[in-house]
């Protein structure tokens, strides 16, 4: 159904009909940009065969009940309503030119001025620098899903090693829920010097102990067995 024809005068009136959720929020997103204010999605409810049953809609400073005309909060000049949050969107172009630049060595921060530039001033770009952050853990998911999950004949690894990138740990723990997520060595010898450094003593058998538990050791038994026993030492 065409959004722009279910009502000559573009307001949301009670009745209407639409063909999808995904419909009837365009619809409402189109109206608050005209009326200058944000939307925000509330509650969602769906029956026992998950199939959405209702939906509510609100303005983004405070939910509604009845239709009125006139808000109780100041609303948006024409000139700022494309920065608001239901409105902004990192385009198909603008999203290409961030991976580009990220593949390049840009930092987020460059990347985002830059498109500023381009467009005239940070006002024209159409998104925030949170955005355009949140696009870019979105891409890394979906690469993530598609790509290397993919790769692998649909067979999840039992583990998987990265570093501290928390956009990737929450990433693995969506498409990849069996499967276990660890740190590499380097990031995990990183830490210990930083949280365990101030332990270190002359002659100490600390850093030994560690390495032992880091290297030499297989069997779960055994590193339990040497770590407790390095804790009653260093204790």
């Known amino acids: 159904m065409d959004c722009s024809k279910l009502a000559e005068n573009g307001t949301p009136e009670l009745g209407m009909e639409f063909n999808s959720e995904e419909d009837a929020y365009k619809f409402y997103n189109k109206y608050a940009f005209k009326m200058g204010?944000?939307?925000?999605?509330?509650?969602?409810?769906?029956?026992?065969?998950?199939?959405?049953?209702?939906?509510?809609?609100?303005?983004?400073?405070?939910g509604v009940k009845r239709k009125y005309e006139e808000h109780?909060?100041?609303l948006h000049i024409a000139q700022c309503a494309h920065m608001m949050p239901s409105q902004r969107k990192v385009s198909v172009a603008q999203g290409f030119q961030a991976e580009i630049s990220e593949d390049a060595g840009l930092s987020l921060k460059q990347s985002h001025e830059l498109?500023?530039?381009?467009?005239?001033?940070?006002?024209?770009?159409?998104?925030?620098?949170?955005?355009?952050?949140?696009?870019?853990?979105?891409?890394r998911e979906r690469s993530l899903k598609y790509g290397e999950a993919e790769a692998m004949c649909g067979k999840h690894p039992s583990t998987i090693l990265t570093d501290q990138d928390h956009a990737m740990a929450a990433?693995?723990?969506?498409?990849?829920?069996?499967?276990?997520?660890?740190?590499?060595?380097?990031?995990?010898?990183?830490?210990?010097?930083?949280?365990?450094?101030?332990?270190?003593?002359?002659?100490?058998?600390?850093?030994?102990?560690?390495?032992?538990?880091m290297y030499e050791f297989e069997e779960v038994e055994q590193f339990n067995r040497v770590w407790e026993d390095g804790e009653e030492t260093q204790s």
């Open 171 to 213: 990433a693995l723990s969506i498409v990849m829920p069996e499967t276990f997520h660890g740190l590499c060595t380097f990031h995990i010898r990183r830490n210990f010097m930083k949280h365990l450094g101030n332990h270190y003593k002359e002659n100490s058998d600390l850093p030994y102990m560690f390495g032992a538990c």
């Open 72 to 74: 109780n909060h100041e």
């Open 37 to 62: 204010f944000s939307v925000r999605k509330d509650y969602l409810n769906k029956d026992k065969d998950g199939v959405t049953t209702s939906r509510r809609y609100s303005c983004c400073k405070e």
């Open 115 to 139: 498109m500023g530039k381009e467009a005239g001033g940070m006002g024209n770009v159409g998104y925030t620098r949170d955005d355009l952050k949140r696009y870019l853990r979105t891409r």
